[in-house]
Nanobody
Framework: QVQLVESGGGLVQAGGSLRLSCAAS????????MGWYRQAPGKQRELVAR???????DYGDSVKGRFTISRDNAKNTAYLQMNSLKPEDTAVYYC?????????????WGQGTQVTVSS
């Protein structure tokens, strides 16, 4: 069984910074991609950032230049450094990993962490 645990959300003023973490545990052979998504009230879940096993990255247009995704393979952990936060960044943030375990590749989600940016 695989579990993802997120941390680092909270309340911050506009222009501030937060760092999210997502750690995977359980039966893991390798982690292909790691990603962050977010969902604001009344809106669809959208891609924030993702990073491949080769460290190539992809960002949503609204966060380019402000957010940075990184990974620590030894810790099975992904990070999302969020700078210059805006009120429109307010959402629940979810991590999503593609994990290979015992010949099976599965998509796993974290429980979500609330990020609130005040104006």
């Amino acid at each position: 069984q695989v579990q993802l645990v997120e941390s680092g959300g909270g309340l911050v003023q506009a222009g501030g910074s937060l760092r999210l973490s997502c750690a995977a545990s359980g039966s893991i052979f390798s982690i292909n991609s790691m990603g962050w998504y977010r969902q604001a009230p009344g809106k669809q879940r959208e891609l924030v950032a993702r990073i491949s096993s080769a460290d190539s990255t992809d960002y949503g247009d609204s966060v380019k230049g402000r957010f940075t995704i990184s990974r620590d393979n030894a810790k099975n952990t992904a990070y999302l450094q969020m700078n210059s936060l805006k009120p429109e960044d307010t959402a629940v943030y979810y991590c999503n990993f593609l994990i290979r375990s015992a010949g099976y590749v599965g998509s796993y989600w974290g429980q979500g962490t609330q990020v609130t940016v005040s104006s």
